[in-house]
Protein backbone atom coordinates (compact mmCIF):
# COMPACT_ATOMS: atom_id res chain seq x y z
CA UNK A 1 0.00 0.00 0.00
CA UNK A 2 1.68 3.29 -0.88
CA UNK A 3 2.79 5.46 2.33
CA UNK A 4 0.33 8.55 3.04
CA UNK A 5 2.38 9.99 5.85
CA UNK A 6 3.41 13.10 3.54
CA UNK A 7 -0.32 13.70 2.71
CA UNK A 8 -1.10 13.55 6.29
CA UNK A 9 1.37 15.76 7.63
CA UNK A 10 0.82 18.12 5.04
CA UNK A 11 -2.67 18.10 6.58
CA UNK A 12 -2.69 17.45 10.16
CA UNK A 13 0.79 19.75 10.60
CA UNK A 14 -0.92 23.20 10.08
CA UNK A 15 1.27 24.57 13.12
CA UNK A 16 5.22 24.83 12.13
CA UNK A 17 5.84 23.10 16.03
CA UNK A 18 2.42 21.10 16.27
CA UNK A 19 4.82 18.93 18.65
CA UNK A 20 5.40 21.66 21.02
CA UNK A 21 1.48 22.76 21.70
CA UNK A 22 0.80 21.81 25.20
CA UNK A 23 -2.74 20.38 25.80
CA UNK A 24 -5.44 22.49 27.93
CA UNK A 25 -5.75 21.58 31.51
CA UNK A 26 -8.89 19.60 31.82
CA UNK A 27 -10.83 18.27 35.22
CA UNK A 28 -9.71 14.88 36.23
CA UNK A 29 -11.77 12.37 34.93
CA UNK A 30 -13.47 9.56 36.54
CA UNK A 31 -11.93 7.21 38.79
CA UNK A 32 -12.36 4.04 36.32
CA UNK A 33 -9.17 1.97 36.81
CA UNK A 34 -7.38 0.69 33.99
CA UNK A 35 -8.08 -3.03 35.09
CA UNK A 36 -11.36 -2.40 35.13
CA UNK A 37 -11.29 -1.64 31.44
CA UNK A 38 -8.80 -4.17 31.27
CA UNK A 39 -11.57 -6.80 32.42
CA UNK A 40 -14.15 -5.77 30.32
CA UNK A 41 -12.44 -6.74 27.38
CA UNK A 42 -13.40 -10.18 27.86
CA UNK A 43 -16.91 -9.38 26.96
CA UNK A 44 -18.81 -9.13 23.88
CA UNK A 45 -20.68 -6.20 23.59
CA UNK A 46 -24.23 -7.19 23.31
CA UNK A 47 -23.98 -9.04 26.67
CA UNK A 48 -22.71 -6.06 28.52
CA UNK A 49 -25.86 -4.39 26.77
CA UNK A 50 -27.65 -7.34 28.31
CA UNK A 51 -26.42 -6.82 31.57
CA UNK A 52 -26.78 -3.14 31.88
CA UNK A 53 -30.23 -3.74 31.13
CA UNK A 54 -30.58 -5.89 34.21
CA UNK A 55 -28.77 -3.80 36.67
CA UNK A 56 -29.08 -0.32 35.70
CA UNK A 57 -31.77 2.44 35.64
CA UNK A 58 -30.46 4.44 32.98
CA UNK A 59 -32.57 4.56 29.97
CA UNK A 60 -31.43 2.63 27.22
CA UNK A 61 -31.84 5.04 24.24
CA UNK A 62 -29.25 7.24 26.19
CA UNK A 63 -26.30 4.09 25.71
CA UNK A 64 -26.72 2.27 22.48
CA UNK A 65 -25.56 3.37 19.38
CA UNK A 66 -27.86 3.31 16.06
CA UNK A 67 -27.21 0.85 13.34
CA UNK A 68 -25.55 3.60 11.40
CA UNK A 69 -22.26 3.39 13.38
CA UNK A 70 -20.70 0.02 11.84
CA UNK A 71 -17.21 -1.40 12.05
CA UNK A 72 -15.41 -1.47 9.47
CA UNK A 73 -12.15 -3.47 10.89
CA UNK A 74 -13.77 -7.15 11.04
CA UNK A 75 -12.02 -9.25 14.18
CA UNK A 76 -10.67 -6.48 15.84
CA UNK A 77 -12.06 -6.22 18.86
CA UNK A 78 -13.66 -5.97 21.83
CA UNK A 79 -12.84 -2.02 21.90
CA UNK A 80 -12.69 -1.00 25.16
CA UNK A 81 -11.55 2.70 26.58
CA UNK A 82 -12.27 6.37 27.54
CA UNK A 83 -13.87 8.67 25.52
CA UNK A 84 -12.04 11.40 23.99
CA UNK A 85 -14.63 13.77 22.20
CA UNK A 86 -14.04 16.24 19.59
CA UNK A 87 -15.88 17.83 16.27
CA UNK A 88 -14.32 17.79 12.71
CA UNK A 89 -15.43 19.43 9.79
CA UNK A 90 -13.72 17.38 7.05
CA UNK A 91 -15.69 18.27 4.05
CA UNK A 92 -16.73 21.44 3.79
CA UNK A 93 -15.43 23.37 0.69
CA UNK A 94 -12.54 26.00 1.23
CA UNK A 95 -11.61 27.28 4.87
CA UNK A 96 -8.36 26.93 6.61
CA UNK A 97 -7.53 23.61 8.38
CA UNK A 98 -7.52 23.66 12.41
CA UNK A 99 -5.51 21.41 14.26
CA UNK A 100 -4.81 22.46 17.27
CA UNK A 101 -7.96 20.24 19.21
CA UNK A 102 -6.79 17.55 17.27
CA UNK A 103 -2.84 17.59 19.27
CA UNK A 104 -4.64 18.66 22.24
CA UNK A 105 -6.68 15.10 22.48
CA UNK A 106 -3.43 13.32 21.56
CA UNK A 107 -1.41 14.72 24.22
CA UNK A 108 -3.93 14.31 26.61
CA UNK A 109 -4.28 10.56 25.59
CA UNK A 110 -0.84 10.15 26.12
CA UNK A 111 -0.46 11.51 29.73
CA UNK A 112 -3.69 8.96 30.55
CA UNK A 113 -2.36 5.35 31.16
CA UNK A 114 -5.43 4.00 30.59
CA UNK A 115 -6.96 2.96 26.89
CA UNK A 116 -8.56 5.47 24.83
CA UNK A 117 -11.46 5.80 22.39
CA UNK A 118 -11.46 8.48 19.99
CA UNK A 119 -15.21 9.75 19.30
CA UNK A 120 -15.77 12.26 16.49
CA UNK A 121 -18.91 13.88 15.74
CA UNK A 122 -18.67 15.44 11.87
CA UNK A 123 -20.68 18.61 11.09
CA UNK A 124 -19.35 19.52 7.85
CA UNK A 125 -21.92 20.85 5.59
CA UNK A 126 -21.19 17.33 3.03
CA UNK A 127 -21.61 14.66 5.26
CA UNK A 128 -21.37 11.36 2.99
CA UNK A 129 -17.93 13.25 2.64
CA UNK A 130 -16.73 13.20 5.71
CA UNK A 131 -13.38 11.40 6.49
CA UNK A 132 -11.82 11.22 9.76
CA UNK A 133 -8.74 9.59 9.52
CA UNK A 134 -6.72 7.04 7.75
CA UNK A 135 -3.96 4.55 8.65
CA UNK A 136 -1.42 7.63 9.30
CA UNK A 137 -3.57 9.26 11.36
CA UNK A 138 -4.20 5.62 13.04
CA UNK A 139 -0.63 4.89 13.70
CA UNK A 140 -0.53 8.40 15.69
CA UNK A 141 -3.18 7.93 17.77
CA UNK A 142 -2.18 3.74 18.31
CA UNK A 143 0.89 5.21 19.58
CA UNK A 144 -0.53 7.36 22.46
CA UNK A 145 -2.94 3.98 23.57
CA UNK A 146 -5.59 5.10 21.56
CA UNK A 147 -7.20 1.80 20.33
CA UNK A 148 -10.17 2.86 18.38
CA UNK A 149 -12.32 5.36 16.74
CA UNK A 150 -15.85 6.23 16.84
CA UNK A 151 -17.63 8.52 14.42
CA UNK A 152 -20.66 9.38 12.33
CA UNK A 153 -18.08 10.07 9.34
CA UNK A 154 -16.31 8.06 7.14
CA UNK A 155 -12.56 6.34 7.35
CA UNK A 156 -10.25 5.53 4.59
CA UNK A 157 -7.01 3.14 4.71
CA UNK A 158 -8.84 0.07 6.54
CA UNK A 159 -6.34 -2.77 5.36
CA UNK A 160 -3.52 -0.51 7.01
CA UNK A 161 -5.97 0.25 9.70
CA UNK A 162 -6.09 -3.31 10.22
CA UNK A 163 -2.28 -3.82 10.24
CA UNK A 164 -1.41 -1.52 13.42
CA UNK A 165 -4.19 -2.47 14.26
CA UNK A 166 -6.59 0.08 14.99
CA UNK A 167 -10.58 -0.49 15.27
CA UNK A 168 -13.12 1.74 13.48
CA UNK A 169 -16.88 1.89 13.90
CA UNK A 170 -18.34 4.68 11.55
CA UNK A 171 -21.06 5.35 8.42
CA UNK A 172 -18.58 3.68 5.96
CA UNK A 173 -15.26 3.79 3.88
CA UNK A 174 -14.41 7.94 2.62
CA UNK A 175 -11.82 7.99 0.02
CA UNK A 176 -10.83 11.17 0.73
CA UNK A 177 -11.08 14.55 2.41
CA UNK A 178 -11.05 18.21 2.26
CA UNK A 179 -9.36 20.77 5.08
CA UNK A 180 -9.75 19.55 8.41
CA UNK A 181 -11.04 21.81 10.88
CA UNK A 182 -11.73 20.19 14.48
CA UNK A 183 -12.95 21.83 17.26
CA UNK A 184 -14.75 21.44 20.81
CA UNK A 185 -12.01 19.36 22.42
CA UNK A 186 -13.70 17.44 25.44
CA UNK A 187 -17.00 18.81 24.75
CA UNK A 188 -19.75 16.29 24.19
CA UNK A 189 -20.58 14.99 20.98
CA UNK A 190 -23.48 13.54 19.01
CA UNK A 191 -23.05 10.25 17.58
CA UNK A 192 -25.02 7.71 16.68
CA UNK A 193 -28.14 8.94 17.91
CA UNK A 194 -27.12 9.14 21.81
CA UNK A 195 -24.37 11.82 23.50
CA UNK A 196 -20.99 10.76 24.41
CA UNK A 197 -18.78 13.20 26.84
CA UNK A 198 -15.20 13.03 27.26
CA UNK A 199 -14.32 10.79 30.21
CA UNK A 200 -17.24 7.86 29.37
CA UNK A 201 -16.40 4.12 29.07
CA UNK A 202 -17.03 3.18 25.33
CA UNK A 203 -17.60 -0.62 24.62
CA UNK A 204 -17.49 -1.63 20.38
CA UNK A 205 -16.92 -5.25 18.90
CA UNK A 206 -18.51 -6.06 15.41
CA UNK A 207 -22.40 -6.20 17.13
CA UNK A 208 -22.08 -2.49 17.70
CA UNK A 209 -21.31 0.45 20.45
CA UNK A 210 -22.32 1.41 23.93
CA UNK A 211 -21.39 4.36 26.09
CA UNK A 212 -21.61 2.55 29.42
CA UNK A 213 -23.26 4.25 32.50
CA UNK A 214 -21.15 5.82 35.25
CA UNK A 215 -23.49 4.77 37.70
CA UNK A 216 -22.73 0.48 36.31
CA UNK A 217 -19.24 0.80 34.92
CA UNK A 218 -17.53 -0.31 38.18
CA UNK A 219 -19.38 -3.64 39.01
CA UNK A 220 -19.80 -4.35 35.33
CA UNK A 221 -17.54 -6.82 35.32
CA UNK A 222 -18.56 -9.15 37.69
CA UNK A 223 -21.96 -8.90 37.14
CA UNK A 224 -21.26 -9.83 33.07
CA UNK A 225 -20.30 -13.36 34.37
CA UNK A 226 -23.45 -13.91 36.02
CA UNK A 227 -25.05 -13.12 32.86
CA UNK A 228 -22.89 -14.94 30.65
CA UNK A 229 -23.51 -18.15 32.73
CA UNK A 230 -27.31 -17.07 33.07
CA UNK A 231 -27.45 -16.76 29.26
CA UNK A 232 -25.55 -20.37 28.64
CA UNK A 233 -28.29 -21.80 30.74
CA UNK A 234 -30.97 -20.08 28.69
CA UNK A 235 -30.06 -20.66 25.58
CA UNK A 236 -30.05 -24.49 26.65
CA UNK A 237 -33.24 -24.61 27.40
CA UNK A 238 -34.64 -22.30 24.48
CA UNK A 239 -32.88 -24.51 21.88
CA UNK A 240 -35.15 -27.59 23.35
CA UNK A 241 -37.73 -29.34 21.10
CA UNK A 242 -39.51 -30.44 24.08
CA UNK A 243 -40.95 -28.10 25.51
CA UNK A 244 -43.52 -26.24 24.76
CA UNK A 245 -43.31 -22.19 24.47
CA UNK A 246 -45.00 -21.28 27.92
CA UNK A 247 -42.81 -23.57 29.90
CA UNK A 248 -39.70 -22.30 28.85
CA UNK A 249 -40.68 -18.87 29.23
CA UNK A 250 -41.34 -19.64 33.23
CA UNK A 251 -37.97 -22.08 33.02
CA UNK A 252 -36.25 -18.87 31.97
CA UNK A 253 -37.96 -16.20 34.32
CA UNK A 254 -36.70 -19.07 36.92
CA UNK A 255 -33.51 -19.03 35.69
CA UNK A 256 -33.64 -14.98 36.16
CA UNK A 257 -34.10 -15.64 39.27
CA UNK A 258 -31.66 -18.09 40.50
CA UNK A 259 -29.34 -16.33 38.88
CA UNK A 260 -30.26 -12.89 41.03
CA UNK A 261 -32.05 -10.68 37.93
CA UNK A 262 -34.65 -8.90 38.06
CA UNK A 263 -35.62 -6.17 35.12
CA UNK A 264 -34.60 -2.77 36.65
CA UNK A 265 -37.33 -0.02 36.07
CA UNK A 266 -35.93 2.62 33.95
CA UNK A 267 -36.69 6.49 34.23
CA UNK A 268 -37.98 8.69 31.38
CA UNK A 269 -35.70 11.49 30.62
Known amino acids: MPSRIPDMLAN ?3 SPHPHLARPATIAPMGTVSKEILEQLIEFDTALLA ?3 GMIDSTPVHEWYMGSSIQTVTPGLGPTVGVAYTCEL ?3 TPGGTASLEDYWQVVEQMENDDRPAVLVVQTVGSRPDHECVIGDGMGKMLAAVGCKGLVTNGGVRDVPGLMTIPFAAYCTGRTIHHGVLRFRAANQPV ?3 GITVRHGDIVHADGGGVISIPSSCVRELPKEAVRMLA ?3 E ?3 LLRRSDM ?3 AKRAGVQELLA ?3 FKQVPHTDR
Do not use: M, W
Request: hydrophobic content about 25%; some cysteine.
Open 50 to 52: NTI
Open 234 to 236: AHL
Open 12 to 14: YCD
Open 258 to 260: SYG
Open 230 to 232: FER
Open 244 to 246: RPA
Open 190 to 192: QVG
Open 89 to 91: DSS
